[in-house]
């Protein structure tokens, strides 16, 4: 059995290998998860001693399929737990990740099965982040640009935003950008914020650091009057699902 503390480093390795890459340094597990530099030290060793991870001195660690698998179980407890929190218990999805983070470490697997059942197999969180099939197969991590990565001119959909900050999020919900929605990149000041305008015509400037964790997919004018994703289909790129907020 492995403790909540093991299960936590696994699923924040695996977030930061998920964008960042392989080897993940000490020090990015150390800031991702609040902790000193020796105290990750002394964990990774241990979870080296598991078979775990794979660490290159100097260098960083990386998991192991086995360490990656339990990394992929704890983020589906956590990624429905979001989505049934939101939708079946009116939680706001600037409030899910901190209760999920409580609870995914401790319920049972026909407890899991029930709640994706109950959910449709949900593929995406409220956060828009892929939640791991039954199988905890790999998910396949596409690259995408962040909203600060546009131009004046631009159509975008949003995609997926980080949920590492509650304030950050329910600004983002106060504004209307959330997963799904549509936006126009209306004016990029030098000094760092990014001014777009929403579905419904109001403007919201967005700070530079808050645009770079909203991750977005372009999407151009139908000649049948509809819209595309730039992919030659007439959906959002979230699989038809706007998740519940």
Do not use: C
């Not at 828009?128 to 159509?155: K, M, N, S, Y």
């Amino acid at each position: 059995m492995l403790s909540d503390v093991m299960e936590d480093y696994l699923k924040a390795i695996y977030q930061i290998q998920s964008t960042s890459g392989a080897p993940v340094a000490t020090s990015a597990v150390a800031e991702y998860l609040g902790k000193t530099p020796p105290t990750v030290t002394s964990m990774l060793g241990k979870l080296e001693e598991r078979g775990l991870l794979d660490r290159e001195k100097y260098k960083g660690v990386e998991l192991t399929e086995e360490g990656e698998t339990v990394a992929l179980e704890v983020l589906r407890h956590h990624r429905l737990l979001e989505a049934y929190l939101a939708e079946h218990l009116d939680y706001s999805w600037s409030e899910v990740h901190d209760e999920a983070d409580a609870l995914e470490h401790h319920i049972s697997e026909e407890f899991e099965r029930r709640v994706a059942e109950i959910l449709g197999d949900p593929t995406v969180d409220p956060h828009g982040d892929p939640i791991p099939t039954a199988d905890l197969a790999p998910i396949d991590h596409e690259e995408a640009d962040t909203l600060r990565d546009h131009d004046v001119g631009d159509r975008v959909v949003v995609t997926r935003v980080s949920d590492r900050d509650e304030e950050e999020l329910e600004y983002l919900e106060e504004a209307g950008v959330l997963p799904g929605t549509r936006l126009e990149v209306v004016d990029v000041a030098p000094f760092g914020m990014v001014t777009v305008r929403t579905e419904g015509g109001d403007e919201q400037s967005l700070p530079e650091s808050v645009a770079a964790s909203i991750r977005v997919r372009p999407f151009e004018a139908d000649p049948t009057g509809g819209e595309t994703n730039g992919t030659g289909d007439d959906t959002d790129g979230t699989n038809g699902e706007v998740p519940t907020t």
